[in-house]
């Protein structure tokens, strides 16, 4: 290596750990600079206790699609191989319950009331059977993960174009079930990509996000997602320093100044390499200097999506004796989503429920309301589907986190969604460019956003970024000081 280069990294997401682990493996030298009192930014295992067999949730990132290969690299290099199980997901339990226009069935016998439901929807008839159940699973798994502002054009979506791509198809090998009532779309878009690729950007990213959301190749971390960012940390030499926020950057030709946060006056930092992960949702905020206007213009447009979950720790898993052996329901109302995950540790510790799990506008809902009503929103009306919540005792604890309105996050993830794949790109391309030495990465600057390959991705980029040039500024001449 020609010469060793300093780098000082915002933000101790996992894309900040990831690209300061490969930078130190390039042999340079970096801090990194956390606002928050705590590493793994949305990577977040909530622990109801300290020690290491409390039942935990996660309140950020809990399950890893199987071809998302730059997270699975990280996880066998820091040698978590062993902890990776399968997740069960929303609509992978026969015993979960949906809620339908006849109040709450198990899904195994949704089929029929759904089938109605789209039916009722349909502008005329001549489809046959078939495809009436592909366009009411997709409708129905629609309807479970879209945000309110999306599932009404995503049903104009399915019967306007998706289901004229699929006339003169044979659906039948993909039906699926003992009343074949149920649909493999996993199976179809597999065998017909061109049925995806020739749909409008809009339904492009729903059926990708369909796709890995209700995924049968879903992973967990058992122990906690945290362990990920944790063994990183481990691994890093340079300082992770908490507790400084950065509140304002500086573009110059041979340097950035970093301005931080430390108690109530502020410091300016000559740097000369920087690598800023910080949400464009929060650095928008920020004062910036000397950007060049098409990237305030990125960081001011890029769009948000919300994310809320709330979760209770229970005395016992009363849905095991209900049957329902892990996955997720689907309730609707203002909870949306419900996952039973397995109980790890000591189970007299109790099993944790995430009572709900919303995104979107949606989670703005439940999110925008004080914790202490959101508790009980989501208790009354989960308890419509699971009375045992109500059971004296049964509810031992409970947290939530809503992202749109967290201090360090201020948003779940970026969305692209009605996007084209070429308004996609063009967007990502100038999120990742650097201003001079001053540069970009996370989940915001990636392809794959608002999932942790996404960040991981842009911060290996980043780092090929930063070493593109060498040699150049050498450690031994920089002048660095606070
Ligand atoms: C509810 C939810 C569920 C998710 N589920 C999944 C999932 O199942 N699977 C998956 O792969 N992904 C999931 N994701 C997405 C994944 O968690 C993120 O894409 C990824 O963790 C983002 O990493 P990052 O490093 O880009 O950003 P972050 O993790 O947000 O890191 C940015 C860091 O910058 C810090 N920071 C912010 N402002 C400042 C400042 N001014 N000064 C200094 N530091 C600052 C923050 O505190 C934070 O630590 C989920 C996200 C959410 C919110």
Redesign the pocket.
């Given at each position: 290596m020609a010469s060793q280069l300093r780098i000082t990294i915002?933000?101790?997401?996992?894309?900040?750990l990831v690209a300061a682990y490969e930078l130190e493996q390039l042999g340079h030298q970096v801090e990194i600079?956390?606002?928050?009192s705590r590493?793994?930014?949305?990577?977040y295992t909530h622990r109801f206790g300290s020690d290491a067999s409390a039942p935990f949730v996660e309140?950020?990132?809990?399950?890893?699609p199987s071809h998302?290969r730059n997270?699975l690299s990280y996880i066998h290099q820091l040698g978590l191989d062993h902890k990776l199980e399968t997740f069960k997901t929303l609509f992978s339990d026969a015993a979960a319950y949906h809620f339908t226009d006849a109040g709450f069935v198990r899904l195994r016998h949704a089929a029929q009331v759904l089938v109605e439901e789209f039916r009722a929807r349909l502008a005329g008839d001549g489809y046959r059977d078939e495809e009436i159940l592909f366009g009411t699973w997709l409708t129905a798994i629609g309807n479970a993960i879209a945000p309110a502002n999306f599932r009404d054009s995503i049903f104009e979506d399915i019967s306007l174009e998706l289901l004229k791509l699929v006339k003169g198809i044979d659906l039948t090998p993909f039906l699926r079930g003992d009343h074949k009532d149920r649909f493999d779309l996993h199976g179809f878009f597999a065998a017909y990509p061109h049925i995806r690729s020739s749909s409008s950007g809009r339904l492009n990213r729903f059926i990708d996000d369909i796709l890995n959301e209700t995924s049968p190749d879903l992973l967990r971390l058992a122990g906690g997602m945290d362990q990920l960012v944790r063994a990183l940390a481990e691994r890093i030499r340079g300082p992770i320093r908490c507790g400084?926020?950065?509140?304002g950057l500086a573009v110059r030709d041979h340097d950035v100044l970093v301005d931080i946060r430390q108690g109530d006056h502020i410091v300016t930092k000559r740097c000369d390499y920087v690598l800023c992960?910080?949400?464009f949702s929060?650095l928008r905020r920020?004062r910036l200097c000397g950007f060049s206007e098409e990237k305030l213009a990125v960081i001011r447009n890029v769009q948000y999506w919300s994310?809320t979950?709330v979760a209770f720790l229970c005395a016992e898993p009363f849905w095991v004796r209900d049957g329902i052996d892990g996955g997720a329901s689907f309730i609707g109302g203002r909870v949306r989503q419900t996952y039973y995950p397995p109980v790890e540790g000591d189970p007299d510790r109790g099993a944790v429920l995430l009572a709900s799990y919303t995104m979107g506008d949606d989670a703005d809902v439940i999110g925008g309301m004080d914790p202490s009503r959101r508790h009980a929103v989501v208790l009354h009306e989960v308890s419509r589907m699971h009375p045992e919540l109500l059971a004296p005792g049964m509810v031992r604890d409970v947290v939530s986190l809503a992202?749109g309105q967290h201090r360090?996050?201020c948003g779940?993830?970026v969305t692209r969604w009605g996007k084209d794949a070429a308004a996609c790109e063009e967007e990502r391309a100038l999120a990742a460019r650097p201003e001079k030495r001053l540069f970009f990465a996370?989940?915001?600057c990636s392809s794959t956003t608002?999932?942790?390959?996404?960040?991981i991705e842009s911060a290996i980029h980043a780092v090929r970024e930063i070493t593109r040039d060498e040699p150049r500024t050498p450690v031994a001449v920089a002048r660095h000081h606070m």
């Open positions: 915002i933000g101790a997401g996992v894309a900040g600079l956390e606002g928050s590493i793994g930014g949305r990577i309140l950020g990132a809990m399950r890893i998302h997270t400084h926020e950065v509140v992960t910080i949400p929060l920020l994310a979950k992202w360090w996050s779940g993830g996370g989940e915001h608002a999932w942790m390959e996404g960040a």
